[in-house]
């Protein structure tokens, strides 16, 4: 049969950086083909490339059959060829409507106004594929999973041969990465061949026939999922005898911060292990960091807070599940002393770490070298200062050691942030928040997007950060990652439209926590 | 009672005239900003119009000045595409180097042309066309329907762009590309094409509106005679909210402040006429800072979109 898409020896660079090292791939029809590798492995890459968003250095691009030169998005689309992004490529102050019509040439009429009866079209096709959406609000007003409904619908409007997604599951919960899964296999039913770029293993078998793995741009691997371990994949994914692979994640024996796991003894951690180690729950000194009352916002963020109370101890990690969208962001927002509530009391610690959950946009200047980005962090503190002036070399060797720590894959530390692939960006980011944690540290899903070697570094450093030391934080970790929260949090909350409800400690497993999530869903929602 | 009315009805012409070169230019530009290019050479387009205008007067009559006037406005916008856009310079500067050149270099060719003597030059001009019936309403007719064919361009050119930007295909990937170049390039609309166009729509209005200064205004041409209408022009598209209808009242609102300011001067009132030249920028600074509702520029304003 003929292939739904064929890369031949793609090579694509940015700048000194190779993504792609003359990749061959080959995706047949109606198969869900995952694609896995490291951040930086050049998975998004392929995926633009194939859907003609970037041009190829060397190298060919056939999408059934038909090579696809340098037409461009324009020529991809006409050949079939739809992708869903992982920061999404929706025009905010459009409606969802507006959005989908943008890339639908269905959608107008030969004179190019409206085409009569789109709309309707439109919602028989979201109600077929069961996608719930939202066709009349500006999409920057909707929470990240029903914007990514609106992408998906947008993908899927027009005849698709080949189906692209980035890092779908990464904003989604568990039941809704079965919801997602389920519309990938009736699209792959229907003919189309999907392309399915993820960083959980245990997601990707799950769905995918066949997978195929990249390391540092090149290809490793592909083969039937069915006839290869979760196991196997995590080591060609890491490549072999790769060292600092990192151990178990979690409880109270991570190495101190700075250190990645204890190193060789076994492949990474991977999928949905945690829930069995969840953290005894530690006699905390009392001290409170934080606190809130009542706190309601209605203006300011897109989803409200409707009388949310908590308090953060010193030393503890506050777990905060929930689907994306439900005030996740409005909360982090408030705790991190960057959004006055309407009502309620507020009360902060000085200094306060955030990783926000827009790192690339929130969190970097892309011009500035990663030392610059980290001397933004720390330009405050007397450690880095010399007289009047900033202590550069100490910044610069922060820097290289969040680098090393971190394992961004970048040069040096004299490197632009802005060449950095969005997953190295990530790290930067993140390693840079935990310099500055001060009393408090808010992180929004902070491994989201990050891949296995990263998560597990990470993860370590929430965990040691909450024990170190005198006076530890106080960590709020916001995640729709429940294997995550399970992992590390003390206590557990669950934001649902804009409410907060404390879990009971017996229920700290992924089903009731899983129901929470799901439970105020769908009433009086149109 | 008759004499207000008279002198009502006059202020009122005074103010559409004064107010269609800004509503033509603004028009243009806002299509340029729906398409995220904030064009500040657009000065340089309408003082390469008025001279265009006026050289194409000599030698093709008031019409042909009008089309050549508008040419010369879309070519000097070209120029700054070709940078803006196409090479990706920064937006602001670009367009700043383009109306100080603009400003520069039609002064060398008007005095190349006709000397530097300062005599006069008298040109051609566009008569007004009555539009029947229309013109014979008290007041607002002989105000808004006696007009040159310049006004009428303008008023067209209202539901026109409003159907193209808000009900065509072309419109919403304009927009689209205005808001977020990413998503429009995503989405296979030509970024630096549509860009491209939309700058040079806003040339060619805004050269019209300089030839609608030399040839309908004063049927003459100074050096420096645009005066400051292409950046007023800027701010007219900010008060009138990136939205056709409103740039086109904003326009005709900048055009009262300056027939009021002449009018002052006439009858030597014991104020400083200049305030009311300042007023309508009062007014759009406070539309930017949302004080008569939200409605915000659009988000990929100035930004940039290397090629390939």
């Given at each position: 049969?003929?292939?739904?898409?064929?890369?031949?020896?793609?090579?694509?660079?940015?700048?000194?950086?190779?993504?792609?090292?003359?990749?061959?791939?080959?995706?047949?029809?109606?198969?869900?083909?995952?694609?896995?590798?490291?951040?930086?492995?050049?998975?998004?890459?392929l995926?633009?490339?194939?859907?003609?968003?970037?041009?190829?250095?060397?190298?060919?691009?056939v999408?059934?059959?038909?090579?696809?030169?340098?037409?461009?998005?324009?020529g991809?689309?006409?050949?079939?060829?739809?992708?869903?992004?992982?920061?999404?490529?929706?025009?905010?102050?459009?409606?969802?409507?507006?959005?989908?019509?943008?890339?639908?040439?269905?959608?107008?009429?030969?004179?190019?106004?409206?085409?009569?009866?789109?709309?309707?079209?439109?919602?028989?096709?979201?109600?077929?594929?069961?996608?719930?959406?939202?066709?009349?609000?500006?999409?920057?007003?909707?929470?990240?999973?029903?914007?990514?409904?609106?992408?998906?619908?947008?993908?899927?409007?027009?005849?698709?041969?080949?189906?692209?997604?980035?890092?779908?599951?990464?904003?989604?919960?568990?039941?809704?990465?079965?919801?997602?899964?389920?519309?990938?296999?009736?699209?792959?039913?229907?003919?189309?061949?999907?392309?399915?770029?993820?960083?959980?293993?245990?997601?990707?078998?799950?769905?995918?026939d066949?997978?195929?793995?990249?390391?540092?741009?090149?290809?490793?691997?592909?083969?039937?999922?069915?006839?290869?371990?979760a196991?196997?994949?995590?080591?060609?994914?890491?490549?072999?005898?790769?060292?600092?692979?990192?151990?178990?994640?979690?409880?109270?024996?991570?190495?101190?911060?700075?250190?990645?796991?204890?190193?060789?003894?076994?492949?990474?951690k991977?999928?949905?292990?945690?829930?069995?180690?969840?953290?005894?729950?530690r006699?905390?000194?009392?001290?409170?960091?934080?606190?809130?009352?009542?706190?309601?916002?209605?203006?300011?963020g897109?989803?409200?807070?409707?009388?949310?109370?908590?308090?953060?101890?010193?030393?503890?990690?506050?777990?905060?599940?929930?689907?994306?969208?439900?005030?996740?962001?409005?909360?982090?927002?408030?705790?991190?002393?960057m959004?006055?509530?309407?009502?309620?009391?507020?009360?902060?610690?000085?200094?306060?770490?955030?990783?926000?959950?827009?790192?690339?946009?929130?969190?970097?200047?892309?011009?500035?070298?990663?030392?610059?980005?980290?001397?933004?962090?720390?330009?405050?503190?007397?450690?880095?200062?010399?007289?009047?002036?900033?202590?550069?070399?100490?910044?610069?060797?922060?820097?290289?050691?969040?680098?090393?720590?971190?394992?961004?894959?970048?040069?040096?530390?004299?490197?632009?942030?802005?060449?950095?692939?969005?997953?190295?960006?990530?790290?930067?980011?993140?390693?840079?928040?935990?310099?500055?944690?001060?009393?408090?540290?808010?992180?929004?899903?902070?491994?989201?997007?990050?891949?296995?070697?990263?998560?597990?570094?990470?993860?370590?450093?929430?965990?040691?950060?909450?024990?170190?030391?005198?006076?530890?934080?106080?960590?709020?970790?916001?995640?729709?990652?429940?294997?995550?929260?399970?992992?590390?949090?003390?206590?557990?909350?669950?934001?649902?439209?804009?409410r907060?409800?404390?879990?009971p400690?017996?229920?700290?497993n992924?089903?009731?926590?899983?129901?929470?999530?799901?439970?105020?869903?769908?009433?009086g929602?149109? | 009672?008759?004499?207000?009315g008279?002198?009502?009805?006059?202020?009122?012409?005074?103010?559409?005239?004064?107010?269609?070169?800004?509503?033509?230019?603004a028009?243009?530009?806002?299509?340029?900003?729906?398409?995220?290019?904030?064009?500040?050479?657009?000065?340089?387009?309408?003082?390469?119009?008025?001279?265009?205008?006026?050289?194409?007067?000599?030698?093709?009559?008031?019409?042909?000045?009008?089309?050549?006037?508008?040419?010369?406005?879309?070519?000097?916008?070209?120029?700054?595409?070709?940078?803006?856009?196409?090479?990706?310079?920064?937006?602001?500067?670009?367009?700043?180097?383009?109306?100080?050149?603009?400003?520069g270099?039609?002064?060398a060719?008007?005095?190349?042309?006709?000397?530097?003597?300062?005599?006069?030059?008298?040109?051609?001009t566009?008569?007004?066309?009555?539009?029947?019936?229309?013109?014979?309403?008290?007041?607002?007719?002989?105000?808004?329907?006696?007009?040159?064919?310049?006004?009428?361009?303008?008023?067209?050119?209202?539901?026109?762009?409003?159907?193209?930007?808000?009900?065509?295909?072309?419109?919403?990937?304009?927009?689209?590309?205005?808001?977020?170049?990413?998503?429009?390039?995503?989405?296979?609309?030509?970024?630096?094409?549509?860009?491209m166009?939309?700058v040079?729509?806003?040339?060619?209005?805004?050269?019209?509106?300089?030839?609608?200064?030399?040839?309908?205004?004063?049927?003459?041409?100074?050096?420096?005679?645009?005066?400051?209408?292409?950046?007023?022009?800027i701010?007219?598209?900010?008060?009138?909210?990136?939205?056709?209808?409103?740039?086109?009242?904003?326009?005709?609102?900048?055009?009262?402040?300056?027939?009021?300011q002449?009018?002052?001067?006439?009858?030597?009132?014991?104020?400083?006429?200049?305030?009311?030249?300042?007023?309508?920028?009062?007014?759009?600074?406070?539309?930017?800072?949302?004080?008569?509702?939200?409605?915000?520029?659009?988000?990929?304003?100035?930004?940039?979109?290397?090629?390939?």
């Open positions: 049969m003929r292939d739904a898409l064929r890369l031949r020896g793609v090579t694509r660079r940015f700048g000194p950086v190779t993504a792609l090292d003359q990749v061959d791939f080959a995706l047949a029809p109606g198969e869900i083909h995952g694609l896995l590798g490291e951040n930086g492995a050049g998975k998004t890459t995926a633009r490339v194939a859907a003609g968003i970037l041009q190829p250095d060397a190298g060919q691009v999408i059934g059959g038909e090579p696809l030169g340098a037409r461009g998005v324009g991809a689309r006409a050949l079939g060829v739809a992708m869903v992004h992982q920061h999404f490529s929706l025009v905010p102050r459009f409606t969802g409507l507006e959005n989908v019509a943008l890339f639908d040439s269905a959608a107008w009429t030969r004179r190019g106004t409206g085409s009569p009866g789109y709309r309707e079209r439109v919602e028989a096709r979201a109600e077929e594929l069961g996608l719930e959406v939202q066709l009349d609000v500006q999409v920057g007003g909707l929470g990240v999973v029903e914007r990514q409904r609106v992408e998906i619908l947008k993908a899927l409007m027009g005849e698709t041969r080949v189906l692209l997604l980035d890092e779908p599951t990464a904003v989604l919960a568990p039941q809704e990465v079965e919801g997602l899964f389920a519309v990938l296999r009736q699209v792959a039913r229907a003919g189309a061949g999907i392309v399915l770029v993820a960083h959980k293993l245990d997601e990707v078998l799950a769905v995918a066949r997978v195929t793995v990249l390391r540092r741009g090149r290809w490793v691997l592909t083969g039937e999922a069915a006839g290869v371990s196991r196997e994949l995590a080591e060609a994914i890491v490549g072999a005898g790769v060292d600092g692979g990192g151990g178990g994640v979690g409880g109270g024996d991570a190495g101190g911060p700075g250190t990645v796991g204890g190193g060789g003894e076994d492949a990474p991977v999928g949905a292990a945690g829930a069995e180690q969840a953290p005894e729950p006699p905390g000194d009392d001290v409170e960091v934080a606190r809130l009352r009542a706190v309601t916002v209605s203006t300011g897109p989803i409200p807070l409707r009388g949310v109370s908590m308090e953060v101890r010193r030393g503890e990690i506050l777990g905060i599940a929930g689907v994306g969208g439900n005030g996740q962001r409005t909360l982090a927002a408030v705790l991190a002393g959004l006055p509530p309407d009502s309620g009391e507020v009360q902060l610690p000085e200094e306060v770490g955030w990783i926000p959950l827009d790192r690339t946009e929130e969190g970097l200047v892309n011009e500035f070298t990663i030392s610059e980005n980290v001397a933004l962090a720390v330009h405050g503190s007397d450690d880095y200062r010399r007289g009047p002036w900033l202590d550069w070399a100490g910044v610069a060797e922060t820097a290289a050691a969040l680098v090393r720590d971190m394992d961004v894959r970048a040069d040096s530390s004299a490197t632009q942030a802005g060449v950095l692939s969005g997953g190295n960006q990530q790290k930067v980011v993140t390693g840079r928040e935990f310099l500055r944690s001060g009393e408090l540290l808010v992180a929004e899903s902070p491994t989201r997007g990050l891949d296995v070697k990263a998560t597990v570094a990470v993860r370590a450093r929430i965990a040691a950060l909450a024990r170190s030391g005198k006076r530890p934080p106080g960590v709020v970790l916001i995640s729709s990652d429940l294997d995550e929260i399970l992992e590390l949090s003390d206590r557990i909350a669950v934001m649902v439209r804009g907060l409800i404390p879990v400690r017996e229920d700290h992924p089903t009731a926590i899983g129901e929470l999530m799901l439970s105020a869903r769908g009433d929602d149109p | 009672m008759a004499e207000f008279a002198l009502s009805s006059s202020f009122l012409v005074a103010a559409v005239g004064l107010g269609v070169p800004l509503a033509l230019a028009l243009g530009e806002t299509v340029s900003e729906r398409a995220g290019v904030i064009n500040i050479g657009l000065e340089g387009s309408v003082i390469w119009g008025a001279l265009g205008g006026a050289l194409g007067a000599l030698a093709l009559g008031p019409y042909g000045g009008l089309a050549a006037g508008a040419l010369a406005g879309g070519l000097a916008a070209l120029v700054f595409a070709a940078f803006a856009v196409w090479l990706n310079t920064d937006q602001i500067i670009t367009g700043t180097a383009v109306t100080i050149g603009s400003l270099f039609t002064g060719v008007f005095q190349s042309r006709f000397g530097a003597t300062g005599l006069a030059l008298e040109l051609p566009v008569p007004a066309w009555e539009v029947p019936v229309l013109a014979r309403i008290p007041v607002v007719g002989p105000a808004f329907f006696d007009q040159a064919v310049t006004a009428y361009l303008a008023y067209l050119l209202v539901p026109v762009l409003g159907w193209f930007l808000f009900r065509t295909r072309r419109g919403l990937s304009l927009r689209a590309v205005g808001e977020s170049p990413e998503a429009a390039n995503a989405a296979g609309v030509p970024v630096v094409r549509t860009r166009l939309a040079v729509f806003a040339g060619l209005t805004a050269g019209l509106a300089g030839a609608h200064l030399s040839l309908v205004h004063t049927g003459t041409f100074a050096e420096n005679m645009s005066a400051g209408k292409g950046f007023i022009a701010a007219v598209v900010v008060l009138g909210r990136w939205n056709p209808k409103g740039v086109v009242a904003a326009a005709l609102f900048f055009g009262g402040a300056e027939a009021l002449f009018a002052l001067q006439a009858v030597d009132a014991d104020l400083p006429y200049p305030l009311f030249l300042a007023l309508p920028y009062v007014l759009s600074l406070a539309a930017l800072a949302g004080w008569f509702g939200r409605s915000r520029a659009p988000e990929g304003l100035a930004s940039a979109w290397p090629r390939g």
